[in-house]
């Protein structure tokens, strides 16, 4: 990254952060309203504690941790960088309060700044890294406090204002003639671990879907049954709408209103279903009579003309689940668990959503939930 | 109740509640750290609908409910008065928010004195039961934020000041001869519908503890092994230690401090011994060669001189379990559910505790918890 | 218990054990449907363990243990006697065989055969206890086959003969004056421990009814709506009905037949109702305007001209929950585990079922199982 | 099949699977020690009603289903055919007896050889596939009693021959030049759908180890602390480690010995360790410096020289997910729920075990389980 545009990320990044807060209340900042899930509050803090953990102390001489008990509250996952708060227990952080954690920021930034024109390249790289890293964080505290006033029987919105309407693309098929395509993060910008190394990978000719399938057009598989036959699920997704009464998408309500960032609003036909997870997509392509694109087909994909929808409105899932590409080395050191040790059990998204920072995502981009997650911005792009 | 007495009740009891609150903060007030407790929030709003719903409703013509959508998020477990808000969802109500719960009670404060003055006998019964309800809730607002504050790892103090330190009285036997004992609520003050029929009861005679168990006393047991002695314990209390790793009282450290209202604190020796369950509670009265009184012995023996710290530093548990006196019959209509349907699998426990408002506890009251409940201000005294 | 009486109450007792299994197969008998409840083959071994571990081992000179490895396959829950295999694992215990069991009897036997001649009072005591404890899971190894049957979907018959039908007599109210009575064990019979010591009670004059609720006037409850109505249960009862869907009796299957050891049988609407939890007896006595007896009432009751279906047709739920008599004490060693440390979290059934040995019962017995146990031969007698 | 094949393979498999349960008591054959495990006896059952199913009643005119009851028992997840008994519960099934499961089967196989001259090509596909599908479920059958045994303190051996000692092959590192192989089914002879459509797949160089990793082996990264090192454990797979308590192989007993169908036995530290999670597997490759291989480097280079204990000892954990091959349709029909509605959350074994029937496998089958999954005869074999 040259030397102007790493302080304008960082400044932007830590502004954008901000910004999302700054329509909840201190309340609303505290509520965890599932495991998976973590208070916005806490997401302002833990983006904190990355500089401070993996920027600060070890590249800023001198440097004054902001509080000595606060590590242990904020740190995530990283075994390597001591003992965590329990993950199910971030909402019951009352203290330090939102107004100390954004004096927690501040004190960060400050440090920051003196560190940046001084910063050797590792310190930049990680500075990088964890502007990237709180990027996701911004993606996360939108869900977030999405499902948390999902919660609320009042359905508070989050954004007041009207949603836009969406005119969607017309729906095509795509060819894609196949063969062999490079796979992975190329060129000099910045790319999380998990895309590398690029290598080729051999595909077969496949169709995919110019746009992402609509509300509309899923209502129509509601409609159909598609809630009620067995046969158009995964064995584990029947095994979910089973014991969790699913229905629709979890968003959607019984009064036919959908819940979103701007409050209960009527259903879009037109708007790409989000809030989708890996089962219900599988589902409706079964039902389609088509299925999802592979994590390969989709990246060689997007650049072909006519691929509407590819990061603007929801990730796509893929069938592809996530494992390490072949050669991949997790870095060393705490930054090495950022990526590698998630690589079992979860389906790959791709694309982008309306929830994601402007310039975050990009076509190599590697996204991804356990399969039952629909709590994200996630929706389906066919394929066949 | 005199004339002048209940608005002097009601003010004051309306003014505790928002005292014992104003040391919170927003997101102090928002927090629910189990099932079982509530959030300091919620405390506020629910008394507060108790008073809306039970007496203005009912008895102030022209009354207007202050938010519609309200009742159900309050209401706590009366089926007769529609659906609730689960409880274990009570903590992520961060709206309405603690400013809008407050002006809640202003509004319907305004509304019960504009009746005060024109209100029968009815509405008049149950403002009272509305104030020792909400007397109740104060209780258990303290209970329910310190639980919640000893699950953060800062451990809060919700009242900075120094504990008082207690010189208890020394501990004697007291002998009370048994016979016919009447037990249950007499005169014309208030009590709870759990408190009658006033009704003879007879009594074997017994000796009962001056005082209650100590700290100190505790520490003994531990120190002899008592958690890891199952012969002394309820099967059911064995169970929970082996299933929940006890080894101390809820809030005793492990570094040997003790924590509570004013924060973590070196352990008093000569203070007594609370937040224990039942189960250790039995199992440290068998281990010190004695037993738990019966509720009926407890209120025998009560007026008995030399009877200390009997309602102003933990309730006791006692060996009855929580059932309808003989002739026991709810009053109708939804003050009806207040008390008789929980009247299985939980343990009396009589007195008071320095949790409980002045004014709030009588010999006669009955206080119930299940068996493994060890959150609440609750002691142990013995017999034998 | 006179010299003649011993041998006699032994041989009779260890033979209608065998005879309770003669009807099941090898496969049967190692039928475990739930943690509560136990395989037959293990009914069969822990009750001749009980006598080789408690009588033979101790007081026989020169006893040999039959296998080594097995107490602890067969001791219930005794710490006192070494460690135990799980109980939700006893139907995994395909080793030892049915057969081997078999002859672990009749080793016992012989030994038992061997000792009687010699046994002092002591081994003499014993002996009786461990005849009375056998005829305990005698009832238990009827009620867990019936429960293990009633989870095939053949619905096997345990009894393929035809069930006897029951003319109940007709209901009427018995008078109690009440006073003072006496309660618990008196004369020289054996009894348990949990019915000493016989104290008095001081009791109010009630009504009892002549005899249990039946089928026909439950299937009215149903019909009323009755389990669709929260204001007649207690709380916890409530939500049992809610978490587990319950709709019926446990054993009234949906096409109106009613499953037992007789297999699915037509509804005998005369019949008593049982296999009802005490959640359910409660409901039901809301409905009917009654209540249930408190135990006291139910033995003072029980000698009444006209209180018919006594100890025949079904256990009786209480009013009162199990708790130690005034001045209990359990007995020294493994034998003082065998009541009082159940004492907490149960209520009390009075009477007998149709299930319980000859001689088994008595009108000073103590049943008890916790308020959600619905697989047991417990019925309701009314109080008013 | 030839036509003299096809009798042939289904009397020697018909055979096979009551040759496994000759050693097994009525008691052993209904044993079921956890949900995914099912009983010796519902395996010969449900291969049998496989048979029924699939090919008597569609394919031999007049055939009389033995009971129409039993369908609903022995139908294991095909939706398309109608309910099912709940998997948990099939260890309650003591009716039908393993004796009339026999004459089940004896009535199936009569039925089976009255349509083989008969069958057209359908029907020679399909009991084709019912004869792979009773393989499969005979290594089950090994698998699961073996659980079962493990619960039992008594460690009852299923074979108490002595296992034979296993001399592995020096242990190298055979090279695989990559690029383009084709991979999936090639040929006439039978595999199941999920290994088609065969398709050309593009590697990168590798090597990949001549054999299994053995139990000394393991047992040296037991003794470094490989069970306490997080930073060796991909997230989930360190979650279990610490919710179950994980500390060695399933079947490493605490005294060193191992438990497997010739009872426990001291550890061999030539052996293949077996009975791995693909978690432990993964977390062993990352201390050995290795990695697992994927299920296409498995298969390609499975033909090398060198390349031992293929099929014979273990399955071998690949780092694949378990997902569809491009262009994979399942068959239409209840056959086509065989594989496809389980290709999520599951990860490929290659190879094959000592409990794999002869013949079963080939190097382009694909075995898989959950990632957790302990109790299979799963191994390592280790690729960089
Ligand atoms: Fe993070
Ligand atoms: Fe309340
Ligand atoms: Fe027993
Ligand atoms: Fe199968």
């Not at 000099?188 to 399938?213: C, K, M, Q, W, Y």
């Not at 029947?238 to 229905?247: K, L, N, R, T």
């Not at 589902?283 to 590819?310: C, D, I």
């Amino acid at each position: 990254m040259t030397l102007d545009a790493l302080p304008s990320l960082l400044l932007r990044t830590r502004a954008h952060s901000l910004a999302l807060a700054a329509p909840l209340s201190d309340e609303d900042a505290q509520l965890q309203s599932m495991p998976d899930a973590s208070p916005a509050k806490w997401h302002l803090a833990h983006t904190t504690w990355f500089f401070e953990t993996l920027v600060l102390v070890p590249h800023l001489p001198g440097y004054r941790v902001f509080d000595e008990r606060w590590p242990r509250l904020f740190n995530s996952y990283y075994e390597s960088l001591g003992p965590r708060h329990a993950r199910p227990q971030r909402g019951l952080l009352s203290r330090p309060s939102l107004a100390e954690v954004k004096a927690y920021r501040q004190h960060v930034d400050a440090a920051l700044a003196m560190l940046l024109p001084q910063a050797d390249d590792a310190a930049r790289h990680l500075i990088e890294l964890g502007c990237h890293h709180e990027q996701q964080h911004q993606e996360l505290l939108l869900t977030d406090i999405l499902h948390a006033f999902s919660c609320n029987p009042l359905l508070p919105a989050y954004d007041a204002s009207a949603p836009a309407s969406i005119s969607p693309p017309e729906q095509t098929w795509l060819q894609h003639p196949g063969g062999i395509v490079d796979i992975g993060h190329a060129g000099h910008g910045f790319a999380f671990d998990n895309e590398s190394p690029r290598h080729p990978t051999l595909l077969a000719p496949f169709e995919i879907s110019s746009r992402l399938v609509t509300c509309g057009e899923y209502a129509d598989f509601i409609a159909a049954g598609g809630y009620q036959e067995p046969l158009l699920w995964l064995s584990d997704g029947w095994a979910a709408v089973q014991a969790q009464g699913w229905q629709r998408p979890l968003y959607w309500l019984e009064d036919g209103r959908v819940f979103g960032l701007h409050g209960a609003q009527a259903m879009d036909a037109q708007a790409p279903v989000t809030q989708l997870s890996f089962y219900e997509a599988c589902a409706f392509a079964e039902w389609a009579g088509a299925r999802l694109p592979t994590e390969f087909e989709w990246e060689a994909a997007s650049g072909l003309p006519g691929f509407a929808q590819a990061a603007d409105q929801a990730w796509q899932w893929t069938r592809s689940s996530y494992a390490p590409y072949p050669g991949f080395k997790p870095a060393a050191g705490a930054v090495g668990e950022y990526n590698g040790k998630f690589m079992v059990g979860q389906q790959v998204l791709r694309g982008g959503s309306g929830a994601t920072p402007p310039g975050h995502a990009r076509p190599s981009y590697r996204n991804f939930f356990p399969p039952a997650a629909r709590w994200q911005f996630s929706g389906v792009r066919l394929a066949r």
